[in-house]
């Protein structure tokens, strides 16, 4: 099986070929962490807006830990993002 070639635009960053192929991945974010993870990092990771409702905050929560669990084979880096960003997000928040 082939696998596609990896393609980069005139001005040298790579292409997301699966957005131009399939219309899909060009909602999620292409970048590495942040070391001190912002307001803005958070709701990235999430898939939510910064001033999203708390339930609505928990549920992405859920939803993304649920798939990225440690116990079912999901990186416990990738989790403890996840539960950062859910705290930093509701941090004085009434719960």
Partial sequence: E???????????T???IF????????????GGF????????????????ESSSAKRIK???????????PDTGGSTYVAGKINEAKELLLKGRSK
Avoid: C, Q
């Fill in 19 to 30: 957005a131009k192929w399939f219309g899909a991945g060009s909602k999620f974010y292409e």
């Fill in 14 to 16: 790579r292409e997301n």
């Fill in 34 to 49: 942040e070391d001190t993870m912002t307001r803005r990092e958070a709701a990235l990771i999430l898939g939510v807006r």
């Fill in 59 to 69: 549920d992405a929560h859920r939803k993304l830990l649920v798939l990225n669990h």
């Fill in 2 to 12: 082939e696998k596609p070639k990896e393609e980069t635009n005139s001005s040298g």
